[in-house]
């Protein structure tokens, strides 16, 4: 059973933006946290951000701190990413996460041109 499917990325140019989601089944949404992470080619995968129950415990890299928002729709069962402002340092591919049960989705191509 798939149990975290993301969405929404693509092609935008620096400064553009982009909102990814991350449509959750019920188990994994109950994670108590959920996160970001991205891999560049090349790179380690990294920590974005993190969201427990509400916005207000949101946690954010610090190379994205000001222009990403982490957001969780209890109704949908999705995680959000609403990334703003996007460099081409930024692309990669983003993963959903949840590290208390051990799940990654797929992970989706975000490319940001100069």
């Known amino acids: 059973q798939v149990q975290l499917v993301e969405s929404g990325g693509g092609v935008v140019q620096a400064g553009g933006s982009l909102r990814l989601s991350c449509a959750a089944s019920?188990?994994?949404?109950?994670?108590?946290?959920l996160n970001w992470f991205r891999q560049a080619p090349g790179n380690a995968r990294e920590f974005v951000a993190s969201i427990g129950w509400t916005e207000s415990n949101a946690n954010y890299a610090d190379s994205v701190k000001g222009r990403f928002a982490i957001s969780r729709d209890h109704a949908k069962n999705t995680v959000y990413l609403l990334m703003n402002n996007l460099k081409p340092e930024d692309t990669a591919i983003y993963y959903c996460n949840s590290a208390v049960l051990g799940y990654w989705g797929q992970g989706t191509q975000v490319t940001v041109s100069s």
């Open positions: 019920e188990h994994a949404f109950s994670s108590p946290v």
